[in-house]
């Protein structure tokens, strides 16, 4: 099972922007070629919402409609981390964020991936 550490959370206002990383086992990505690597969201009381995803080899992403034109995602080979580049942020988007992770696909759905980081608290203010 591959380890998976999220940080980068935080507190901060409406309109403001957040850097989350999610960080897997040393040798993930060698060990395992079409690894991909998804970030998914919950607020207290709703289910868990898929937010965006990527291949770490390809580089394709997919992204939310709630997110698009505001987050990206992108992978920091030399770091062997992915990174969700949170901007002009909402306080709908107030959750913790979990990354996860999974083989050759591109998927939305939480039971899709078999690799769950501990989450990040991401609050957003008014």
């Known amino acids: 099972q591959v380890q998976l550490v999220e940080s980068g959370g935080g507190l901060v206002q409406a309109g403001d922007s957040l850097r989350l990383s999610c960080d897997p086992s040393p040798g993930t990505f060698n060990t395992f070629t079409n690894y991909v690597v998804g970030w998914f969201r919950q607020a207290p009381g709703k289910e868990r919402q898929f937010v965006a995803a990527i291949t770490w080899r390809g580089g394709s992403t997919l992204f939310a409609d709630s997110v698009k034109g505001r987050f990206t995602i992108s992978t920091e080979h030399a770091k062997n981390m992915v990174v969700l580049q949170m901007n002009s942020l909402k306080p709908e988007d107030t959750a913790i964020y979990y990354c996860?992770?999974?083989?050759?696909?591109?998927?939305?759905?939480?039971?899709?991936?078999?690799?769950w980081g501990q989450g990040t608290q991401v609050t957003v203010s008014s």
């Open positions: 996860a992770g999974r083989l050759y696909g591109l998927r939305t759905i939480p039971s899709d991936y078999s690799d």
